[in-house]
């Protein structure tokens, strides 16, 4: 189950004129199921729905998936369904949990550039994985703090790690940020258009199916009464009485 139920958005300053707004959302591959994330997008594109553009879009991994599992994949696919192609420039990959990996991306890499290679052969969007759209951070450093609050004690090594950690996030963080001011914002209302029409068109699947279904079913029945009268050797005014009700 997500840990995030609802988006949450907050607002950091990161200049004396300038703030970064973070919306958190839900994650995708809630173990209640896919009506559950079919759920969550909705109430992600009804929230989004409140701004006029996204700098950035934050796909956060951890850097250990070297399998292309069922669950990868669907979250993966699930995400870039739901947005506009003219998003794919705002799009960055974060790696959590990556002090373990040197700061890398390590094994998810080879994985995540699998399931992007399939995305750009189906629908010719390519979206890039390079040092402006990679980035790795570690939450340790922030857990050491609210260890430090409740009074707990550590070493000097300890310390040292922590802090050696929290200086290479925060690299990575002002470096995420001065990439995301440099792009073109992305318009939600592409997206949101995009999956309005999605939504339409699956409304509409099921009645269209079945008036298909019955154009079939009379085109059948018409066949038959053709067959019927060409292999019939009554005259013209048998098959009148047969056709041609009395009252």
């Not at 994985?111 to 189906?122: F, V």
């Not at 857990?143 to 409740?150: G, P, S």
């Not at 004690?153 to 470096?175: A, L, P, T």
């Not at 440099?182 to 997206?191: A, G, I, K």
Request: with cysteine; aromatic share 10%.
């Amino acid at each position: 189950m997500s840990a995030t139920q609802g988006c949450k958005s907050y607002i950091f300053p990161v200049d004396y004129d300038k703030s970064v707004r973070l919306i958190d959302t839900p994650g995708i591959g809630d173990t209640r199921g896919i009506e559950k994330d079919a759920e969550n997008f909705g109430n992600i594109l009804r929230y989004i729905g409140h701004y006029e553009h996204l700098n950035g879009i934050y796909i956060l991994l951890k850097p250990n998936n070297a399998r292309l599992n069922v669950v990868f994949k669907y979250c993966v696919q699930e995400l870039l369904t739901h947005l506009h192609k003219s998003a794919k420039d705002n799009i960055v990959f974060c790696f959590t949990n990556a002090r373990s990996t040197f700061y890398r991306p390590g094994d998810t890499l080879p994985t995540l550039r699998e399931q992007l290679s399939n995305l750009k052969e189906r629908s010719n969007i390519e979206i890039r994985t390079d040092k402006n759209t990679m980035y790795c951070f570690d939450n340790e450093s922030f857990r050491f703090l609210a260890a430090l609050r409740e009074n707990m004690k550590f070493s000097e090594d300890d310390i040292k790690n922590f802090s050696e950690s929290w200086k290479k996030s925060v690299q990575e963080s002002w470096r995420l940020f001065k990439h995301i001011t440099s792009l073109q914002p992305h318009r939600t209302e592409e997206t949101l258009s995009l999956n309005n029409v999605r939504k339409n068109v699956m409304i509409l699947s099921k009645p269209l199916a079945e008036i298909g279904q019955l154009i079939q079913v009379n085109i059948s029945i018409i066949r038959d009464q053709q067959k019927e009268i060409e292999n019939s050797s009554q005259s013209i005014e048998d098959l009148r009485k047969d056709f041609i009700p009395h009252f």
